[in-house]
């Protein structure tokens, strides 16, 4: 009820109501008084010249047959038509004419209000001097039709009145609409962004310049809350993004030093075993040659020594992890012809159903600094876990390499750049928790006997020995990625001739 | 017959060494200590000293250095196993080349425990010729 009662179209009848309820019986009031007077002045005027004219003439009738001559006067005034009835009073008698009249109200006194007393006759006396003495004559004049029209007028006012009121109401209402309909627009248009559809357009067409404002003010607002929205939605993103990079960054890190602390750990256990394995082997070689090569205890002693020579492979493995290098070795060496010379060697070993290829892109030699053999133990290695992932179906396995200005990680830039070898395959792939660990010395999943577990640690750690990151993408079924990014080494001489794409086929 | 001085703090190791240089006919003295070693070269000057690198009180860099000072005619074969100890202070994990720093110091020799025995034997006898 509040609610229909505050609606702009209830308001505005509610106002036009209200005024006319109080303006137009006033107005009515006012107008039909006007009216009234005017009607009363037309037939008041007239018999008033009209029964003067009669007085005057009753006045010079002679003195001599007064009564003859008033009789006809009354009846010719009778006769005329305007009058209803009419005597002439003089002393104790009353003279009237011979005309039938209508009688005569004997007590009243002259009515000179219209529509008095409750008949419909207009009297008027008049006193008119006679030698012997004076008589009044009066004349009674009818009311009625000025009366009926005076009504008829009243009723047609009343009647305006009541069409204004109606064509107030009806202009109030097409009004009302005419702003509340793009009102209503304008609210529809501020819930759809309420609901967060800021995308369309605001157009509501109206000629109220107010309208076309308030659209027009909506419409910027609308505008500005599109532009906060994209900033928002960018600035959105990007916190994302750097709340990814900043996890990936923690993990890396945790990664980071939980291999430095294993690795920390196989040093130490290394140096002990490497102390406690010379003994062995030395006691064992020696005890060796003392016997006859065929004896019982030589053929022993042989195992021995061999197992104790697999041990130190072993260790020599960890100490690789655990970033032991040879420092005479590092030098400034050519990454391509070490990658061949390792794949020569893997191709003598890998099933020919698998396809091995490398290629090598751009023009300039890409050298790094280390010691080649160690990157020749990480192609032997990757190479290996490759194809062994392939087993026993064929598969593609292939090598990239390439130079990058920055490494993937961010790390310090380096000022020669990167360079970039990738080994990929069409393995197995790994699941996401054996991703985490293929770094950790002694993590495997092959059947025992058949690896160390010690193949990706090893390429770990010769790989950051070198100042360089590595990367693994694997997908289950499809295969595995292994990005490693070495640091360039400054270029002592840039060969100026294009190589080209190499293919090793 | 040449005379040799094995120093190595690791008495298992001294002694195996020990064995194999005897078998091949060397006449070897082994001390456990930089100290002791010193003190033998006093009465004596062997022809080859077969050296530890890590030991405690004095390493093998240390000695290496005073050999080469005072008894420049003596050859030397170092050994190490590399590694970090585990009783070694955090900043010693970093990479140590001990053996790249016994040739920079005068080494004539490196070998990487655990070798050969015939790795051993070669070395010693190749300095002994030269």
Not at chain 1, 246 to 256: A, C, G, Q
Not at chain 2, 12 to 20: C, K, L, N, P, S
Request: proline share 4%; glycine share 8%.
């Amino acid at each position: 009820m509040g609610r229909l009662i505050n609606t702009l179209r209830a308001r505005m009848i509610a106002v036009v109501l209200a005024t006319h309820a109080a303006l137009v019986p006033l107005l009515y009031l006012g107008v039909s008084t006007i009216v009234q007077e005017g009607y009363i002045e037309l037939f008041v005027n007239p018999i008033r010249s009209y029964s003067r004219l009669v007085a005057d003439e009753l006045e010079n009738a002679s003195a001599a047959d007064f009564d003859h001559h008033a009789a006809e006067l009354l009846d010719s005034v009778l006769l005329s038509g305007q009058v209803q009835f009419a005597q002439i009073v003089d002393g104790p008698r009353t003279l009237q004419g011979t005309v039938a009249t209508a009688p005569f109200p004997d007590n009243r006194s002259d009515d000179f209000r219209f529509g008095d007393q409750g008949d419909s006759v207009y009297l008027i006396s008049h006193t008119v001097k006679r030698p012997g003495g004076s008589v009044v004559l009066r004349l009674g004049f009818d009311e009625g039709p000025t009366l009926q029209r005076v009504q008829t007028a009243k009723r047609r006012v009343l009647a305006a009145m009541l069409i204004f009121t109606a064509v107030s109401i009806a202009v109030s209402i097409w009004l009302s609409a005419m702003i509340s309909r793009p009102m209503r627009r304008l609210r529809e248009a501020a819930q759809r962004i309420a609901r967060g559809d800021v995308q369309a357009r605001i157009q509501v067409h109206s000629s109220i310049s107010e309208v076309q404002e308030l659209n027009h003010h909506l419409e910027h607002m609308r505008h500005e809350l599109v532009g906060s929205n994209e900033r928002l939605m960018t600035e959105m993103g990007e916190r994302a993004a750097s709340e990814a990079k900043r996890l990936d960054l923690e993990r890396r890190l945790l990664h980071r030093e939980r291999i430095a602390t294993i690795g920390t750990l196989a040093g130490g256990v290394a140096h002990e075993f490497n102390n406690i394995m010379t003994p062995i082997l030395l006691y064992s070689q020696a005890a060796l040659r003392e016997q006859t090569a065929d004896s019982r205890l030589a053929r022993d002693l042989t195992r021995i020594v061999a197992a104790a020579q697999r041990a130190r492979n072993l260790v020599q493995g960890i100490l690789t992890f655990s970033r032991e290098m040879d420092a005479k070795r590092a030098e400034v060496f050519s990454v391509r012809p070490t990658i061949e010379e390792a794949l020569d060697l893997l191709r003598a070993i890998v099933p020919a159903n698998i396809d091995i290829s490398f290629q090598a892109a751009g023009w300039r030699e890409l050298r790094v600094f280390g010691d080649p053999s160690l990157l020749h133990q990480v192609v032997i290695n990757l190479c290996t876990n490759s194809y062994q992932a392939m087993r026993p179906n064929a598969g593609r396995l292939w090598l990239t390499l390439g130079s990058v200005e920055e490494a993937p990680d961010g790390s310090a830039a380096n000022e020669a750049g990167y360079v970039l070898l990738e080994v990929s395959d069409t393995g197995h792939g790994m699941e996401p928790q054996v991703l985490e660990h293929i770094f950790d010395p002694f993590f495997t999943t092959r059947d025992v006997g058949e690896g160390t577990g010690l193949g990706l640690s090893v390429v770990h750690g010769i790989v950051t020995s070198m100042g360089g990151t590595i990367a693994v993408d694997s997908t289950v079924g499809v295969g595995t990625r292994v990005r490693i990014c070495l640091p360039a080494a400054q270029q002592a001489v840039s060969r100026g001739v294009v190589d080209g794409m190499h293919s090793g086929g | 017959m040449a005379c040799i001085l094995v120093v190595d703090d690791e008495i298992e190791v001294g002694e195996a060494i020990q064995r194999v240089l005897e078998q091949a006919g060397f006449l070897v003295t082994v001390t456990s200590g930089v100290a002791e070693g010193l003190k033998f070269l006093e009465t004596a000057t062997p022809d080859v000293v077969v050296t530890d690198m890590i030991m405690p009180k004095v390493n093998g860099l240390e000695f290496i250095k005073t050999l080469r000072s005072r008894f420049p005619k003596i050859r030397i074969v170092a050994i190490s196993g590399g590694g970090n100890p585990i009783s070694y202070k955090p900043e010693a994990v970093v990479t140590h080349a001990y053996l790249a720093a016994a040739r920079a110091a005068g080494a004539e020799e490196v070998l990487t425990k655990p070798f050969d025995m015939d790795d051993l034997l070669s070395a010693v006898r190749r300095q002994l010729l030269n």
